[in-house]
């Protein structure tokens, strides 16, 4: 459930018409209720309230300060993939003790940033990566609490662009390498073992494929123990997935998932941390954009809108759908019809939807992409010179552009004309 709805004919974001908000903003633009955000957050908070566990949103999903101080003033902990993020997180009052750092390809210096600022745990992906970190933190005098991330070789089965934890993706240490990994982890320097770390996938529909993981994540905390590791913490990963279809099949909801880990980990008396990023923010977010012409095709329609795949780049590179709605809600009993919905962009990949049934629109007509707060606004480029788009949170009747516009002017500005002597 999100808090974008229809109301007195136009659709709302909490209380306030989204057409107001395109007409004091302009359009395109990136729309998050904060309603929403902590609805998502509180799910799993709540579904894991039998257990010792941190919720560690993946900021991947969406990064602005905004979210990431809403988020954690509510008690989120950040799950970071780049200094970049954990510079953010700490920026937006995240304390370093709920801060987890992921990633294959961490460097040295921002292994440095990070057990400077303080940090949670490491989640290490490799041998060369737990060598350079031991390494790293020898130099600094610190200790680095790390888990080790496992490749459980599981199907997740969802896009092969977003699974991670088949044997063929690059992802973790293979499972059947742990022991040998984790011995090798307690004799290096600097490091002190904390738990295991596993994340399979992200969209997925489906809770057989965590159910298998976990299961072998379970086994896997016995052997360890038995070879004299404190595992005391499992990182269980993100990616469970959303409605991106209004008329779809519902996936599994927190509830149900924070039940899964219950019964696979539960009796293991670790604490618990997940790492949900899509599920927090996707629903939260809509693309707003305008229609700039309706062009008559040889044998379709086509709505060219204002916004581009490179403000939205999700249905060019994962095929992924996005509903389409009109801001102003159609009359009852209105006749669909067939629009190819692209961008002004000079790609035939700029393309949202094929053969998309929406109520005749015509040039100057809002539409909204729903399902678009994850993956959306942190993966836009200035692509044809196309300034990044605003982002703006609503909250109540009250709402707030949380990252404005570039001007022209900004964007040409960062270029420097080299001066030769
Ligand atoms: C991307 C990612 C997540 C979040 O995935 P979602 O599908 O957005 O929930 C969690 N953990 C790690 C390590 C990731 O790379």
């Known amino acids: 459930m999100d808090h974008f709805l229809y109301r007195d004919g136009c659709l709302h974001a909490e209380d306030v018409a989204i057409s107001q908000i395109a007409a004091e903003v302009g359009t395109p633009f990136y729309l998050y209720s904060s309603a929403t955000l902590l609805r998502h957050f509180k799910l799993f908070d709540d579904a894991l309230a039998g257990m010792d566990h941190l919720i560690c949103y993946a900021m991947k999903a969406a990064s602005n300060q905004a979210i990431l101080t809403l988020l954690g003033a509510a008690g989120a902990g950040m799950d970071v993939v780049s200094g970049g993020e954990y510079a953010r997180a700490r920026a937006a009052g995240i304390p370093g003790d709920r801060i987890v750092f992921s990633g294959v390809g961490k460097t040295r210096a921002e292994m440095t940033e990070v057990l400077t ?118 990182d269980l990963g993100g990616g469970l997935g959303i409605p991106y279809e209004s008329n779809n099949h519902h996936p599994p909801s927190p509830e149900d998932y924070c039940a899964l ?125 196309r300034p990044l788009v605003p982002e703006v949170m609503v909250k109540g009747d009250q709402f707030a552009v949380i990252r404005p516009r570039p001007s022209l002017e900004d964007i040409i500005n960062r270029d420097i004309i080299p001066q030769w002597h």
Request: some cysteine; hydrophobic content about 40%.
């Open 261 to 385: 880990i219950a019964e696979k980990v539960g009796h293991l008396g670790c604490e618990i941390e997940i790492e949900p990023g899509r599920f927090i923010a996707g629903n939260a977010g809509v693309f707003v954009s305008e229609v700039i012409y309706v062009k008559q095709g040889e044998d379709r329609e086509f709505l060219i809108v204002d916004g581009a795949m490179n403000d939205l780049i999700r249905p060019a590179m994962y095929d992924a759908h996005h509903d389409i709605v009109p801001i102003k809600a159609p009359a009852a009993g209105t006749e669909y019809q067939a629009y190819d919905v692209v961008g002004p962009v000079c790609e035939s990949g700029d393309t949202f939807a094929k053969g998309r049934a929406l109520a005749p629109l015509k040039a100057g007509d809002l539409i909204a992409f729903r399902s678009a707060g994850a993956y959306g606004a942190v993966m836009a480029s200035e692509y044809n010179t």
């Open 117 to 234: 600022g303080g940090v949670r745990q490491f989640n290490v992906e490799s041998e060369p990566e737990m060598r350079a970190l031991s390494e790293v933190a020898s130099m600094l005098g610190k200790t680095a609490p790390i888990t080790i991330r496992v490749n459980p070789d599981v199907d997740a089965k969802t896009h092969a662009k977003i699974s991670t934890g088949k044997k063929e993706d690059k992802f973790g240490i293979p499972i059947s390498r742990a022991r040998e990994v984790y011995a090798m982890a307690a004799r290096l320097p600097g490091l002190e073992v904390v738990g295991i770390d596993v994340h399979i996938g992200s969209q997925l529909t489906d809770l057989a494929p965590y159910g298998v993981a976990y299961e072998k994540v379970a086994e896997l905390t016995e052997l360890l123990r038995a070879d004299g590791h404190d595992i005391r913490r499992l």
